[in-house]
């Protein structure tokens, strides 16, 4: 049975792993679990309009895994023609920043949604939050608890063993109001008091063993500044966000399932208008990645990558930096589908929709990474000629450019070899090939240097084998690229690979023992003269190499850096399939 990385559609699963993660197929449904709950309840007339929302916290840049939960809570309102939120969850100002906030708002627009005018912050209801906290006080549902944080986890208990009441549950609602009041005042230092909700110290969901409801922060926030010294936790906050925006199909991960008895408590208790339904699905797992905003933040201190948009880096920015296109992220996640099982899903399946995605549209270049040079001794010293090289193979209607050739070429140093195999159909002593859309020519002479080391061969041409003129029926089995040595432009040419080299790198002891020293290799390459004026945001498929695509960052006119976006060719697959059996 096919793998994930083959892109093939089949609903069949492979079955649970020894990890506890299943690797899936593919799903053919297009009305996945979510859309089939939505359907009916439109249907029954539940709901009029499907309203849902994004509310990532802006503590760090976005992720693959981000993309599925964009493009769900995005894409069923798309189809049912309903309304989404972009809301911050800004509720921890100690770890938020404004660079975070509109790297998230640059990418869900790269992704290809708007929120229109609904662009909103879990700050926007810190008043009515507030209110919705006097409110339980006042029915006796909540508390302001003084044990430290110490003490207030030994008296939650274990998953094993009950916990028990705090001696500040008992305190009566006037004392509650007081002092929450002067926990609003700022009249405590951070940590003195937390609110609590007072649900069951004894239940065997520890989410529901009084959980804080609110926590003293002395700290400057990024949108409402020092108005607030306390501030809701992100399960209060996000219930009470989800109610106040008329959310219908609150969508979350697998890890927010046992959070969902105390979302449906604070609507129990508190009544509000909109009533939502929290739905979760499994997240996003992609091998050799993690996802941890933590651990991608230590990759980043720890030097090992430059930064949040580094192109190795599973984050939404470093993708698009390497040159993903959004519709095949898209694609990907489609592909992948929306389940209730957590799953890996193989890096070769991502790359299939790339490689799908830029095949049919991007023009071919010839560029050279690792240049061997190529003298033709019989070819007049000062003669220049233009060959006509296609731009796509595939689609004669997007033309041909001007490809200069020249006595001096540079040819890819692993399309020689010296002491070739029988069924080595490139350059060799003695041996013929064909450059593309040029001319035959024969190596006669290899010249190296006093360390033994080949730096260039010393070759004739035929005249009579010009590419597309006909003149000529001698064949050869190899065709290899080239460049003019003259006409060339330098660049630097930075080539990804995978940055860990374990398929799950969450279940090392420590991931930082499984990267991949090999993961960055940066060449200095020769390119065909047209690459000195391509844009920014163009793709080329350097022929034979893979996609490349001009660095966002680094790259200028005076200096150009390209990034390998992906491989012509999956070199993993086979043993990204062998690992991922032995799971």
Same mark, same amino acid.
């Given at each position: 049975m096919a793998y994930l990385f083959q892109c093939l559609y089949n609903s069949a699963p492979l079955g649970s792993t020894a990890s506890g993660i299943r690797i899936i197929m593919s799903d053919t449904e297009t009305r996945d679990f979510i859309r089939q709950i939505i359907h009916e309840d439109l249907e029954s007339g539940k709901h009029d309009e499907i309203v849902t929302r994004f509310p990532p916290e802006p503590n760090g840049y976005l992720h693959i895994g981000h993309v599925m939960s964009i493009c769900l809570n995005f894409g069923v309102t798309v189809e049912t023609s309903g309304r989404t939120f972009l809301r911050f969850d800004d509720t921890n100002p100690a770890r938020e920043d404004e660079?975070?906030?509109? *790297?998230?708002?640059? $990418?869900?627009? +790269?992704? #290809?949604? $708007? +929120?229109?005018?609904?662009?909103? =912050?879990?700050?926007?209801?810190?008043?009515?939050?507030?209110?919705?906290?006097?409110?339980?006080?006042?029915? #006796?549902?909540?508390?302001?608890?003084?044990?430290? *944080?110490?003490?207030?986890?030994?008296?939650?208990?274990?998953?094993?063993?009950?916990?028990?009441?705090?001696?500040?549950?008992?305190?009566?609602?006037?004392?509650?109001? $007081?002092?929450?009041?002067?926990?609003? *005042? #700022?009249?405590?230092? $951070?940590?003195? =008091?937390?609110?609590?909700?007072?649900?069951?110290?004894?239940?065997?969901?520890?989410?529901?063993?009084?959980?804080?409801?609110?926590?003293?922060?002395h700290v400057s926030h990024q949108n409402t500044g020092d108005t607030w010294c306390i501030y809701p936790m992100y399960d209060f906050a996000h219930t009470m966000s989800d109610a106040f925006e008329g959310i219908t199909h609150s969508l979350c991960t697998l890890e927010f399932r046992d959070h969902r008895p105390l979302y449906n408590w604070f609507l129990e208790q508190l009544q509000p208008e909109h009533l939502p339904r929290q739905i979760e699905f499994s997240r996003l797992n992609l091998a050799f990645t993690i996802t941890s905003k933590r651990k991608l933040k230590a990759l980043i201190d720890d030097g090992v990558v430059s930064s949040w948009t580094d192109p190795r880096m599973p984050t939404i920015a470093g993708m698009r930096r390497r040159g993903y296109p959004p519709a095949a992220l898209r694609e990907f996640v489609k592909r992948a589908g929306v389940t209730r099982k957590d799953k890996l899903i193989e890096m070769g399946m991502l790359e299939n929709c790339i490689r799908e995605s830029l095949g049919d549209s991007v023009e071919r270049r010839m560029a050279v990474l690792r240049p061997l040079k190529v003298v033709l001794t019989n070819y007049p010293e000062d003669q220049v000629e233009q060959m006509q090289g296609m731009n796509h193979p595939n689609n004669p209607d997007r033309g041909t450019r001007s490809l200069p050739f020249s006595r001096e070429l540079w040819i890819e140093r692993d399309d020689f070899m010296e002491d070739a195999p029988r069924k080595f159909f490139r350059l060799q002593p003695g041996g013929d090939v064909r450059l593309r859309s040029a001319y035959i020519i024969s190596c006669d002479e290899v010249i190296k240097n006093d360390a033994g080391e080949v730096i260039e061969l010393r070759c004739s041409y035929d005249p009579d084998t010009r590419s597309g003129t006909g003149s000529s029926e001698r064949k050869v089995k190899g065709t290899i690229h080239w460049v003019s040595a003259a006409h060339a432009i330098d660049a630097e040419v930075r080539l990804y690979d995978r940055l860990f080299t374990v398929v799950n790198p969450n279940l090392a002891d420590d991931y930082r023992e499984v990267l991949n020293n090999a993961s960055l290799e940066t060449v200095q390459a020769k390119l065909e003269p047209a690459l000195a004026t391509l844009d920014q945001d163009t793709t080329v498929q350097f022929e034979r190499l893979g996609y490349f695509r001009p660095d966002s960052e680094d790259d200028t006119a005076n200096a150009r850096v390209f990034n390998r976006v992906v491989t012509l060719r999956d070199s993993w697959a086979k043993l990204e399939k062998q690992a991922m059996q032995g799971m």
């Open positions: 660079e975070f906030v509109n *790297a998230i708002e640059r $990418d869900v627009r +790269w992704l #290809g949604f $708007d +929120w229109q005018d609904r662009l909103t =912050h879990a700050s926007d209801y810190f008043a009515q939050i507030y209110a919705a906290a006097e409110s339980l006080i006042e029915q #006796g549902l909540a508390y302001v608890e003084s044990l430290s *944080a110490e003490e207030m986890r030994e008296y939650r208990g274990t998953l094993t063993t009950p916990g028990k009441n705090s001696p500040y549950r008992d305190r009566s609602v006037e004392e509650n109001m $007081d002092l929450f009041r002067r926990m609003r *005042a #700022g009249e405590f230092a $951070d940590g003195e =008091h937390v609110l609590r909700a007072k649900i069951d110290m004894e239940s065997p969901n520890m989410n529901l063993r009084d959980p804080a409801l609110y926590r003293i922060r």
